[in-house]
C-alpha cells in the first residue's frame, strides 16, 4: 500500500507545475490540510468528490487516490492526505465552528442560544448598485438594487435573531463595500485576469475587469476574512435576491418566472481546479465536512421558505451547477462567495427581481400588514423573506437537547 502512495508522488512530483492562481488569491499553504490527516475514509473522499464537489471526473488531473491515501498536486512537493482505514476508525476533524449536535443545551425561551451565525447581506448596493450591475429601473419608478434589498432582509434579521438567542454578525451594516480596494489600484491586476482569461485588453475592458475585481472579488475576499479569523461563525448566511437576464437596465424586461434555491459551494470543474487556490479551498470544505451541516440547514430553510413564499424550485440549465442529496431546491455550484468562508454556507436565492409581481411588491418597499399582489394578500417582501430564515432556523436548531 505504502509503495503504491510512494509512486505516486514520484510521478506527479516529476511534473512540478508553476501555481496558478485565480484573480488577487495567495498560494495556499498546504500544510493547513494536515488537521485533517486521517479523517476521511477512501470510499467517503472519493464519495464526495464525484458526488458534490468535482463531478464528471474534474478532479482526476490533480489529485490520486491510492489506497493509503490521496496524492493532491501543488506547485511544490505534491500534498498527501492520509485516509482513515475506513468511516468507523475514522478520526473527528477540528474545525472552529460547531456543528448543532456540538452547539451549548439552548435555554427556556432562547432555541438558538449558542449559535454563532454570519449573515452576508450579498452584494453592495447604494451607489455601487449600477457598478455591480445589480441595478434596474423603469421611467419614474424606484430603482431595484438587489445590495440594498438584501440589506434590509439582514437587518429585519439581526434583532429577531438575537431575541431568540443567537449571536449575529453583519458582514456589512450599510450600502458601502467592506473592502478598502477601488478599482484604480486593480488595473495591473485586471490586465492579468484578461491574460489569463485570452481576452482583448482595451481601455474599456481593463476598467470594466477593475471594476469586476473591486466588487466581485477584493470585496468578497475581504468578507471572507472577516468571517473566517474574526467572526468564526457556525453558520454564513448568504443572502440574495435572484434575477432572469433583463437586457438593457433603463428598458429591462420584466417576466413571468418565479423560483427560489439554494446553493453550497461544489461542482468544480477541472478548469477551476487547475487554480491552485481554488484546488485548496474545494479541498478545505471537502474535509471539514461543512456538507453534512450545509444540507442539513438547507432541507430546514427549504421547507420554511417555500410555505413563505409558494415559489417552486429553480432548475439550472448550465453544466456549472449540479443537484445534490435529492432536495430539489439545493444545488452545488463553485462561486466565490461559498467557497471562501470555511465554515458550513447557505447560500440563498430566492425570488425572481424582474418578475412582474415580484417587481409590484420591491415598488411597495416594507409595510407591517398585508397587502393585495395578484388577487393575494401578501406580506412586505423583506418580511416574508425574514420570515422564511428564522422560521428554518427555528425547525433545524430548536429542541436539540432533546
Ligand atoms: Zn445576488
Not at 492562481?21 to 485533517?36: F, G
Not at 471537502?286 to 430546514?300: F, G, I, K
Amino acid at each position: 500500500m505504502k509503495r503504491l502512495l510512494l509512486s505516486a508522488l514520484l510521478l506527479v512530483s516529476l511534473h512540478p507545475a508553476e501555481a496558478r492562481l485565480s484573480p488577487l488569491a495567495t498560494p495556499p499553504d498546504w500544510s493547513r490540510l494536515n488537521v485533517y490527516q486521517g479523517t476521511i475514509s477512501r470510499t467517503d473522499f472519493v464519495d464526495l468528490l464525484d458526488r458534490v464537489y468535482a463531478p464528471n471526473g474534474a478532479w482526476h488531473d490533480y489529485i490520486t487516490v491510492t489506497e493509503a491515501g490521496a496524492v493532491i498536486r501543488t506547485s511544490g512537493e505534491p500534498f498527501v492526505l492520509r485516509f482513515a482505514p475506513d468511516r468507523a476508525s475514522a478520526k473527528a476533524p477540528v474545525n472552529s465552528w460547531r456543528p448543532r449536535g456540538g452547539l451549548p443545551h439552548e435555554e427556556p425561551g432562547k432555541p438558538l442560544e449558542g449559535l454563532r451565525i454570519a449573515i452576508d447581506p450579498g452584494h453592495i448596493g447604494g451607489p455601487w448598485a449600477q457598478m455591480e450591475e445589480r441595478w434596474f429601473k423603469i421611467g419614474n419608478t424606484k430603482p431595484v438594487t438587489e445590495g440594498d434589498m438584501t440589506l434590509k432582509v439582514a437587518k429585519l434579521l439581526v434583532p429577531r435573531l438575537e431575541a431568540l438567542g443567537a449571536e449575529v454578525m453583519l458582514t456589512r451594516s450599510k450600502a458601502w463595500p467592506v473592502t478598502s480596494t477601488r478599482p484604480g489600484q486593480l488595473t495591473k491586476a485586471a490586465r492579468a485576469s484578461l491574460e489569463d482569461k485570452k481576452a482583448d485588453i482595451t481601455a474599456e475592458s481593463l476598467q470594466k475587469e477593475s471594476e469586476r475585481l473591486f466588487y466581485r472579488v477584493a470585496e468578497i475576499r475581504r468578507r471572507a476574512k472577516l468571517v473566517n479569523e474574526t467572526f468564526r461563525p457556525d453558520l454564513v448566511l448568504c443572502l440574495h435576491f435572484n434575477a432572469e437576464a433583463w437586457g438593457d437596465e433603463k428598458n429591462p424586461k420584466l417576466l413571468d418566472e418565479n423560483h427560489l434555491h439554494f446553493l453550497v459551494t461544489g461542482s468544480f470543474s477541472a478548469s477551476e481546479l487547475d487554480y491552485e487556490d481554488q484546488r485548496f479551498e474545494m479541498l478545505t470544505k471537502l474535509l471539514n465536512r461543512s456538507l453534512s451541516e450545509e444540507v442539513a440547514v438547507t432541507n430546514a430553510l427549504s421547507k420554511s421558505m417555500t410555505a413563505q413564499t409558494g415559489l417552486p424550485p429553480y432548475l439550472y440549465r448550465q453544466a456549472n451547477a449540479i443537484r445534490i442529496n435529492g432536495n430539489p431546491y439545493l444545488w452545488a455550484r463553485n462561486l466565490l462567495a461559498n467557497r471562501l468562508f470555511t465554515c458550513p454556507v447557505v447560500y440563498v436565492e430566492p425570488y425572481v427581481m424582474n418578475n412582474k409581481l415580484v417587481f409590484d411588491r420591491i415598488q411597495a418597499g416594507d409595510y407591517d400588514g398585508r397587502k393585495e399582489f395578484g388577487g393575494a394578500m401578501r406580506k412586505s417582501i423583506y418580511r416574508e423573506y425574514a420570515d422564511g430564515i428564522v422560521d428554518g432556523l427555528l425547525a433545524y436548531y430548536s429542541k436539540r437537547s432533546l
